[in-house]
Every structure is written in C-alpha cells, then in structure tokens.
C-alpha cells in the first residue's frame, strides 16, 4: 500500500525568516510556530521585528539584520542556532522596491534593489547550505516581474530573475546533501503592494492582472511556505511555485 502522508512535520523544528516585521515574512513566521517550530526572525527594522517576536512568546526569536551584511547574517545564524537549535528551514523573504521607467533609473537604484534580495538571498541560502543537514528546506522569494518582467521595475525584476537562478542552482547543488531549495512567486496585500493596490492609477490594472480578481492575504500565501518547508513536499526541489491567483502562468 502506498504511505499516507503524516503531516508537515515541522515540530520542533528550526526556522529562520529574514523580512519577517511584517507582509509575507510576518505571516510565514506565525504560520511556521503554528506548526511547532521555532523561528528566528530576521528584519533590519529591529524594534518591529521584536514587537512582532514577542507576539510569539518562546517560539521567536527577533533578530536585527540587514540581509545584505555578510557578517550580520553569519551572526543571525549563529545565534539562532546557538539559542533554538540546528536549522532546518531558511526563508529568504525579505525585499524592497523603487521604482522607476529604465531611461530614468539611476545606478543606485538598481544597485540598492540588487543588494537586497540578490546579495541577501545568496547570504541567506549560503548560510544556510554550509549549517543544513538532509532534510533541510531553503525557500526563496521571487516575483512575476522575475519570471515575465514588468514596466517601471526594471530593478526588481533582474533581482527577482537572479534569484530564479539561484533557486535552481543551489537544488541542482545540494540535493545529494539531502537539502532541497524552492522559491515562492506570490501576490499579497502587505505594505509594498499598498500603493499598486489603492493608488487608482493602478489599482484597477493591478486587479485585472490576477484571474482570480482579488489579492492574496499574507496568511494565504504563508501556507505555500509551510507546504515547502515540511515533509509533505520532501520530493520537491529547484521548483517555482506560484501563489499569485493565476497572475503568471508557465507556458
Ligand atoms: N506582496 C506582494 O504582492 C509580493 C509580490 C511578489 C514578490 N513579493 C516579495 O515578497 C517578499 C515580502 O514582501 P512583502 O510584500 O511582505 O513586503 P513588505 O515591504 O511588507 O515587507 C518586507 C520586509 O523586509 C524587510 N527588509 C527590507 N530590507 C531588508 C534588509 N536589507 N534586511 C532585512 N530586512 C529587510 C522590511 O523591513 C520589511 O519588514 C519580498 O521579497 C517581495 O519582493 C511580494
């Protein structure tokens, strides 16, 4: 007979979650202690990110971190490990915008969006392959600017495409360790879609992107991350999944 799956299986577990004051990093942090583990929190805004841990109790640990500080982020593990255990889940969440049409785009801008989420996602999935042992899950965040480009995020799209990349670098890589590497696309109403959500510029644009006509809740989107994290997707790895109501489609 086949095996019928037992669950998540992510009591007890280990989890870091950079990003996680607020939006999605927030949500995947409650979503994960819900299922037992523990969860070191990442963010650089140090005082959200302990009034949001505290929430938590003893399942949360906060953590001040700029993602793009490589010594920061060899120390955030360190200490999570040091205080919660071996780690067994690292989501590499956090992220910024700026916007702007290419022919006004300066070099910072696109220097500052790239060393967020490319530099710190390739921090965060280093730390993380040179601590994991098998077993271990590693999820990315992407976007559909990554997967299908945008306009007026030139940016964020090449950063959102590198970690495509490095999502499927890094499984092909650690997949005999046991270690699998996944990435997330979503689509949620969190403070950095506030203005594409209610600016009416763009807001009917926005909706009419999404087949299923409304935007996701962090909470929604969260259950992805625990899906990927746990044992009910072992079998899975260098895959995106999309957690968007239908905004990007694989052809
Ligand atoms: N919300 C969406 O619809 C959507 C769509 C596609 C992709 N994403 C991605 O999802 C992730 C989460 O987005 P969100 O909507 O929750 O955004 P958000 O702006 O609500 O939250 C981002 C969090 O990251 C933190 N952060 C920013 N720079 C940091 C740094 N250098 N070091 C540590 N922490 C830092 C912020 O302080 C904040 O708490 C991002 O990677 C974003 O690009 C979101």
Known sequence: MPEVSSGHDLAGKVAVVTGAAQGIGLAVAVAL???????????????????????????????????????????????????????????????????GMLRAMSADDFDVVLRVHARGTFLGLREAARRMGSGGSIINVTSSAGLDGTIGQLNYAAAKGAIVAMT?????????????????????????????????????????RIPLRRWGEPDEVAEAFVFLAGATSRYITGQVLCVDGGTYMAS
């Open 168 to 208: 499927k670098s890094a499984a092909r890589e650690l997949g005999k360790a046991g270690v699998r590497v996944n990435a997330v696309s979503p689509a949620a109403a969190t403070p950095m879609t506030e203005t594409v959500r209610t600016d009416e510029r763009f807001a009917a644009k926005y909706l009419d």
């Open 33 to 99: 202690a819900a299922q037992g583990a523990r969860v070191a929190m990442l963010d650089r805004d140090g005082d959200a990110v302990r009034a949001a841990a505290a929430e938590l109790g003893d399942a949360a640990l906060a953590l001040a971190v700029d993602v793009g500080d490589e010594t920061a982020v060899t120390r955030a593990a360190e200490r999570a490990e040091a205080e919660l255990g071996p780690l067994g889940v690292w989501v590499n969440n956090a992220g910024i915008t700026r916007p």
